[in-house]
């Protein structure tokens, strides 16, 4: 064996030892982000386990890091329970880029109810990781142009509910499950003023 070294390219063998290193260390870095992956998306599930079960003291703990996006997560969760959102169907939450994943839920709630179009939404929450830590949470809707229309609506005709359960919504003060409930009471008189009993 050491004849045969002897014959080789002055360099090969060391070479060969470097590149083997970095192929080593390649792999061992690859193997490290697919683990983050799955703590983040482990982490993202119980998340949004912990906002559907309405319970703040179990949702409060994964925003501690995300601290702008605390308050009006919190607001919209108690939005979703005084809404009465019940989950229809969860696609598993999924890495849509670099630290950011994506869990896109179907839900029925009673503002949309209150419209009559048949329509469920689906909510998107996408989470911001850094260092194993939720850092931001962004929420999309697919909601129908109905949903703007009724709210704009509400917002113009009815004073009372605007100056009265949801006048903190802007700031995400006051009692959301009071808001939404009273929003639904809204959007059903709109639905009516609009289109009668019947659409």
């Avoid at 605390?70 to 939005?79: A, C, D, E, H, N």
Wanted: charged share 25%; net charge negative; glycine share 6%.
């Amino acid at each position: 064996m050491r004849a045969i070294f002897s014959l080789l390219p002055s360099g090969l063998i060391g070479g060969f030892l470097i590149t083997a290193t970095m192929t080593t260390s390649a792999d061992g870095h690859l193997a490290h982000e697919k683990a983050d992956l799955a703590q983040d998306l482990k982490t993202a599930e119980a998340m949004i386990d912990a906002f559907y079960s309405f319970e703040p003291t179990q949702l409060e703990p994964f925003l501690t890091d995300a601290v702008e996006a605390s308050p009006r997560i919190m607001y919209y969760q108690g939005w979703a329970e005084g809404g009465n959102y019940k989950v229809l169907s969860r696609a598993p939450c999924a890495e849509t880029e670099d630290h950011k994943i994506a869990c896109p839920i179907t839900v029925q709630d009673d503002p949309v109810l209150a419209l009559k179009t048949g329509f469920n939404v689906t909510d998107t929450f996408t989470l911001t990781f850094a260092d194993k830590k939720i850092i931001n949470v962004e929420t999309s809707s697919n909601d129908q142009p109905i949903y703007y229309e009724a709210r704009k609506w509400v917002q113009a005709n009815k004073p009372d509910i605007m100056n009265g359960p949801c006048k903190g919504q802007s700031d995400k003060t006051g009692s959301a499950q009071d808001c939404a409930r009273a929003m639904t009471r809204g959007y059903t008189e709109f639905y009516k003023t609009q289109y009668g009993t019947d659409k």
